[in-house]
């Protein structure tokens, strides 16, 4: 079956520019996760989903980023007024439960560059 | 906050060798997992456990809770298994805090 499945793949932008980038999980999943991987850094949480429940936005780095989730499956991860900081691999990971007792599958990413 | 560390940063070897990657963390867990990256590829999950150990084919992966500390071992060390493999602990939040990551083993398996 279709793994976890981002879009797009790589994404370039102008400073100041808003960006929007989508994750289609695994069906069924109701777990959903962001997570950001910055050049030389280790991965970081960004935000949970479950199922339709309200996010977790703790891990948000600024009110420049939001995220949401249709239906309980799609989810698109927005920053507003980009920033260079903001250039990173933007992770999106599901999971039949949660990370207690399900192994995340992730998608190959989006890389962002903000130039 | 807990605080996943990771040992060695950088591991080289030659094919065929025995490989121990060392995590331990600071808070208890629910839940520990292995993750493996390859070069400009996505994230493969390896394993997740929580307590004993687990076995996949060429890898094993231990953990014991009341030291904080797992293993991941690769026997007979394949090129193929150059990667980076990355150790992280999901805390008691009902998965809302996510996982805690560490920086990662930057494996190198030479022919």
């Known amino acids: 079956g279709a793994g976890v499945s981002q879009s797009p793949s790589n994404k370039v932008t102008e400073k100041g520019k808003d960006v929007e980038l989508r994750c289609d999980p695994i069906?069924?999943?109701?777990?959903l996760y962001w997570y950001r991987q910055s050049l030389g850094q280790g991965l970081e949480f960004l935000i949970y989903?479950?199922?339709?429940?309200?996010?977790?936005k703790s891990g948000l780095p600024s009110d420049r980023f939001s995220a949401e989730r249709t239906g309980g499956s799609v989810s698109t991860l927005t920053i507003q007024r980009t920033q260079q900081e903001d250039s990173a691999v933007y992770l999106c990971?599901?999971?039949?439960?949660?990370?207690?007792?399900?192994?995340?599958?992730f998608g190959n990413g989006t890389r962002l560059t903000v130039t | 906050k807990n605080e996943v560390e990771q040992s060695p940063q950088n591991l080289t070897a030659q094919e065929g060798e025995f490989i121990t990657i060392n995590c331990s963390y600071s808070?208890?867990?629910?839940?520990l997992h292995w993750l493996q990256q390859h070069p400009g590829g996505g994230i493969v999950s390896l394993f997740m456990?929580?307590?004993g150990k687990k076995k996949h084919g060429r890898l094993i992966a231990t953990i014991n809770i009341q030291e904080k500390h797992s293993s991941l071992h690769i026997t007979a060390s394949h090129p193929r298994d150059s990667a980076v493999y990355i150790c992280?602990?999901?805390?008691?939040?009902?998965?809302?805090?996510?996982?805690?990551f560490g920086k990662g083993t930057h494996l190198i398996i030479q022919p």
């Open positions: 992280a602990v999901s805390g008691s939040g009902g998965g809302a805090d996510g996982l805690t």
């Open positions: 069906s069924g999943h109701t777990a």
């Open positions: 808070v208890g867990i629910s839940a």
């Open positions: 456990l929580s307590s």
């Open positions: 990971a599901s999971s039949p439960n949660t990370v207690y007792n399900s192994p995340l599958h």
């Open positions: 989903f479950q199922g339709n429940s309200a996010p977790d």
